[in-house]
């Protein structure tokens, strides 16, 4: 109830903060087109385990097209939108962002040789599935940082209980950890096996609290300081606010710059030269968590799961990077990313993964 109270009153201040000035026009939408490709693992750091979050994997396009009711996941977001008064802060922002993903995502218990359902850990979990997303900047023209802000729906339609994440897993550990990693045997008791449709409704508000230019070239930032607040309700319904820090030298919005890969924001930048830009970055975030269905289930009878209790209600997440773009081509590199342990369990643990990813633009 606790994490409740915090959601309802931290949603509150969301809605305070995030309202934006009303526009005598329209948004514009941005005109750039874009692909990523984004892997998540564990092998990544220095700390594999290949447990817990064992494996995410993300494709991602971004471009005015991707936001046309035809595909289906931009009318149900814009209705979704509306349902939660959204459409009017997208509706009054100056410059806009839309795109669609495709994706999956696995968790694991510590111990993969086991068929039958270990109490004193977390269960098996996987997550496919597709979204709708757009992201809508607040005085986009503005001169001056403070005064922008941006605002991010997405909508997702996914199926738990798949098997992708057994494949996959099964498959790295056959072809690169032969005899040293044991394949694991006990996907059967996943959470949903078989298949059940989930949805989930994310907004994400963010605004820049520090920037630094390159007294000779303004529009080339050197420093940047961001405060990002997020909402979700559905199959992982919880809150969660944070800062992301940036330094290096870079073009890059604060906006179109994503650190988490599972996102479909463009990372398309505009050169101001032919240097290479690159920034280093890093997040942290507070968590609060009332429903995880990986953990606790849905609607579809699974044998183990867990109750509320053995569910941990806050969470801490810090990550970690590397950005280099070339022009057309960006690539991201995260060897540290961190959570808190998602359980109260015996086996309670925190863990870390890492992820690569690649956008091309145009």
Same mark, same amino acid.
């Given at each position: 109830?606790?994490?409740?109270?915090?959601?309802?009153?931290?949603?509150?201040?969301?809605?305070?903060?995030?309202?934006?000035?009303?526009?005598?026009?329209?948004?514009?939408?941005?005109?750039?087109?874009?692909?990523?490709?984004?892997?998540?693992?564990?092998?990544?750091?220095?700390?594999?385990?290949?447990?817990?979050?064992?494996?995410?994997?993300?494709?991602?396009?971004?471009?005015?097209?991707?936001?046309?009711?035809?595909?289906?996941?931009?009318?149900?977001?814009?209705?979704?939108?509306?349902?939660?008064?959204?459409?009017?802060?997208?509706?009054?922002?100056?410059?806009?962002?839309?795109?669609?993903?495709?994706?999956?995502?696995?968790?694991?218990?510590?111990?993969?040789?086991?068929?039958?359902?270990?109490?004193?850990?977390?269960?098996?979990?996987?997550?496919?599935?597709?979204?709708?997303?757009?992201?809508?900047?607040?005085?986009?023209?503005?001169?001056?940082?403070?005064?922008?802000?941006?605002?991010? $729906?997405? /909508? =997702?339609?996914?199926?738990?209980?798949?098997? !992708?994440?057994? +494949?996959?897993?099964?498959?790295?550990? %056959?072809?690169?950890?032969?005899?040293?990693?044991?394949?694991?045997?006990?996907?059967?008791?996943?959470?949903?096996?078989?298949?059940?449709?989930?949805?989930?409704?994310?907004?994400?508000?963010?605004?820049?609290?520090?920037?630094?230019?390159?007294?000779?070239?303004?529009?080339?930032?050197?420093?940047?300081?961001?405060?990002?607040?997020?909402?979700?309700?559905?199959?992982?319904?919880?809150?969660?606010?944070?800062?992301?820090?940036?330094?290096?030298?870079?073009?890059?919005?604060?906006?179109?710059?994503?650190?988490?890969?599972?996102?479909?924001?463009?990372?398309?930048?505009?050169?101001?030269?032919?240097?290479?830009?690159? $920034?280093? /970055? =890093?997040?942290?975030?507070?968590?609060?968590? !009332?429903?995880? +269905?990986?953990?606790?289930?849905?609607? %579809?009878?699974?044998?183990?799961?867990?109750?509320?209790?053995?569910?941990?209600?806050?969470?801490?997440?810090?990550?970690?990077?590397?950005?280099l773009n070339l022009g057309k081509l960006t690539l991201?590199?995260?060897?540290?990313?961190?959570?808190?342990?998602?359980?109260?369990?015996?086996?309670?643990?925190?863990?870390?993964?890492?992820?690569?990813?690649?956008?091309?633009?145009?």
């Amino acid at each position: 109830m606790k994490a409740l109270f915090l959601i309802i009153c931290l949603t509150a201040v969301f809605m305070a903060v995030a309202q934006p000035p009303a526009l005598k026009r329209g948004p514009v939408h941005d005109s750039s087109y874009g692909f990523g490709l984004i892997f998540d693992q564990d092998f990544f750091t220095p700390q594999n385990q290949d447990r817990n979050y064992t494996m995410g994997v993300s494709i991602n396009i971004n471009g005015p097209v991707y936001d046309k009711n035809y595909f289906v996941l931009p009318l149900l977001r814009k209705g979704a939108d509306r349902l939660f008064g959204i459409k009017k802060w997208h509706n009054e922002g100056e410059q806009y962002i839309t795109g669609l993903q495709l994706f999956d995502g696995a968790f694991t218990p510590l111990n993969l040789e086991s068929t039958v359902p270990l109490r004193d850990d977390r269960p098996y979990g996987n997550i496919l599935g597709v979204a709708s997303s757009r992201t809508t900047v607040i005085n986009a023209s503005s001169d001056n940082p403070g005064e922008q802000s941006s605002i991010t $729906s997405r /909508f =997702v339609v996914g199926i738990l209980g798949t098997r !992708v994440g057994e +494949a996959v897993q099964s498959y790295i550990h %056959k072809k690169f950890f032969y005899g040293k990693r044991a394949v694991p045997v006990g996907w059967p008791t996943q959470i949903s096996d078989g298949g059940e449709p989930t949805l989930l409704y994310q907004l994400q508000y963010m605004k820049p609290l520090y920037e630094e230019v390159n007294p000779k070239e303004p529009r080339l930032k050197r420093i940047q300081a961001t405060w990002t607040m997020e909402a979700n309700i559905g199959y992982y319904t919880n809150m969660a606010s944070g800062f992301a820090f940036r330094i290096g030298r870079f073009t890059t919005p604060f906006w179109k710059f994503t650190n988490s890969g599972m996102s479909t924001v463009s990372q398309k930048v505009t050169r101001i030269d032919k240097k290479p830009e690159f $920034s280093f /970055f =890093v997040q942290f975030r507070g968590r609060a968590v !009332v429903y995880n +269905a990986l953990l606790q289930g849905q609607f %579809k009878h699974t044998d183990y799961v867990l109750t509320g209790n053995q569910v941990n209600r806050f969470l801490l997440e810090a990550e970690s990077g590397l950005l280099l773009n070339l022009g057309k081509l960006t690539l991201i590199y995260e060897p540290f990313i961190m959570r808190t342990s998602e359980t109260a369990l015996p086996l309670a643990r925190s863990h870390s993964w890492g992820s690569a990813a690649v956008y091309f633009n145009w």
